[in-house]
């Protein structure tokens, strides 16, 4: 168990769609803390470098060019196994295969178009929250009362 940062990207089908919120509220619903939130219109080398582990891929070309089409909401999530958490909350990356109860499998039709990305593993989190918020002035250091409640503390944060 260890309070990790992951990188949550709400991608263009779901700002397109109107699903932010909806999205949105399962991770804060879940407990996951909020750090760090943005919407913007990212440039296709940014998404190079963040799908750079991808780029023999044959999709890959076509995965930055949806990605920069239109604008994204990039957020830092914070929470006990938050990588994991996030992972099994997006369902598997096919969206018509992902499980019912995870948002690709309730939200989603599309293997490409699969509404939100987040990281897979330490590493990941840390070089792509370099990439989407390497100002480290856009995350904000804060204590939700809420997590006290949302956690046994002595048992999960100490
Ligand atoms: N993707 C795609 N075709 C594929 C595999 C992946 O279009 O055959 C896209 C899809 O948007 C996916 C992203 O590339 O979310 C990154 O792929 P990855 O295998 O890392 O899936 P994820 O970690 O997002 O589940
Ligand atoms: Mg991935």
Redesign the pocket.
């Given at each position: 168990m260890a309070v990790q940062r992951t990188l949550v990207l709400l991608?263009p089908d779901a700002v397109q769609r109107g699903l932010v919120g909806t999205i949105l509220a399962r991770f804060e619903q879940k407990g996951l803390k909020l750090v760090a939130l943005k919407l913007r219109q990212i440039p296709a080398s940014t998404f190079e470098k963040h799908?750079e582990?991808?780029k023999e891929?044959?999709?890959f070309a076509?995965?930055v060019k949806?990605m920069s089409s239109s604008p994204v909401v990039a957020l830092c999530l914070e929470g006990v196994d938050a990588i994991e958490v996030v992972?099994g909350m997006?369902g598997?990356?096919n969206s018509r295969k992902a499980a019912p109860g995870t948002i690709r499998g309730d939200l989603g039709m599309s293997?490409?178009?699969?509404l939100?990305?987040?990281s897979?593993s330490a590493e990941s989190a840390t070089r792509e929250l370099a990439i989407f918020f390497g100002d480290k002035s856009e995350l904000c250091e804060w204590s939700p009362v809420t997590t006290p409640w949302v956690y046994n503390v002595a048992e999960e944060l100490s």
């Open positions: 991608k799908y582990p991808h891929r044959p999709f076509g995965l949806y992972r997006m598997a990356t293997f490409s178009n699969n939100v990305h987040g897979d």
